[in-house]
């Protein structure tokens, strides 16, 4: 006779039917739905602790992000505001310089009355100065203190002679003796106008 632990071992090894695997499939399902919702219900606080710490994560994240999207408002609106200004500034000082210069063109080639009058009288000075030196000395000795050759400077004491005597200014009978230079100080170069 079969002892219980025999009978138990054949059992075990025999083939397990449809209807066994079956039932065998069912109960297992069952104890892991089961098994599922008791731990959904174990999770749930977890879940709701989450979310919760989520919301405020994203409340604090809003909090200090808010801040930060104003400031980078402000700098971009003080770059335009300084943009406009410096266009602003650079038109307004451009537009002062053209006029000063176009003031400078106008103004600066014509004289004044009383600087005209200033500038006729340094011209009879200098013709006098020129006709008077002529008088004491030859156009070659003038050719040099004038920086021009010695034709040149003949030429300038005639034209002082000229002016002067345009002027009303009453030349001496000096001035209508002039000493000739010699013909090589002619080739003298020029190295300045007067």
């Known amino acids: 006779m079969a002892t219980s632990s025999n009978a138990a071992a054949r059992r075990s090894l025999r083939p397990h039917t449809a209807p066994n695997v079956r039932e065998n499939l ?7 739905l089961a098994r ?13 602790a989450a979310a919760e710490l989520a919301k405020l994560d994203a409340t604090v ?14 700098e971009r609106r ?3 505001r300084i943009e406009r200004m410096k266009q602003k500034i650079e038109d307004e000082y451009a537009a002062k310089i053209e006029a000063i210069k176009a003031e400078a063109e106008t103004a600066g080639a014509h004289m004044t009355p009383d600087e005209q009058d200033h500038e006729s009288s340094l011209l009879r000075e200098y013709a006098l100065a020129i006709v008077e030196f002529s008088e004491s000395a030859s156009p070659a000795e ?4 004038l920086g021009v050759s010695t034709r ?7 034209q002082a002679k000229d002016d002067l005597a345009a002027s009303g200014a009453v ?6 003796t002039l000493t000739p230079a010699p013909a090589a100080d002619d080739k003298q170069p020029v190295t300045a106008a007067s």
């Open 152 to 158: 040149e400077a003949k030429r300038i004491i005639e």
């Open 171 to 176: 030349s001496s009978p000096a001035t209508a």
């Open 142 to 145: 003038l050719a040099p203190v």
């Open 36 to 48: 599922q919702e008791e731990l959904g219900v174990l999770a749930a606080p977890i879940n709701e």
């Open 78 to 80: 003080r770059d335009q």
């Open 61 to 74: 994240e809003a909090r200090v992000a808010s801040p930060q999207r104003k400031i980078e408002q402000l």
């Open 26 to 32: 069912r109960r297992e399902r069952e104890r892991l």
